[in-house]
């Protein structure tokens, strides 16, 4: 497991997540929003009149239920509104991170 930091325009937050997702962050992250959450029948409720509604928290959930349900992400700590590229704590720096 490694860590990485994710957002949806809001908080900030640091999760640990299978290996595989860590090192293909932005892969797992489009194939949830662009292909998942528009495709498929369990994703039925993230789709809005006005389009999708989600965040970083539902991707977490999406990688627990459907992806890696063996290998449980979870929050390490919400650190709050910051910019990825100003203002991650020293020991994030190096995380694989995106911003949905």
Known sequence: MKNIVISADGDSKVYSVPNVVAENLEEYCQEFCCDWLVHSPEAKKYRKKRGL?????????????????????????NLGWINFDESLPEKYKDCPSFNF
């Open 53 to 77: 509604c989600y965040n970083e928290e539902d991707f977490i959930e999406y990688l627990n239920q459907y992806r890696f349900p063996n290998q449980t992400s979870v929050l390490i700590e």
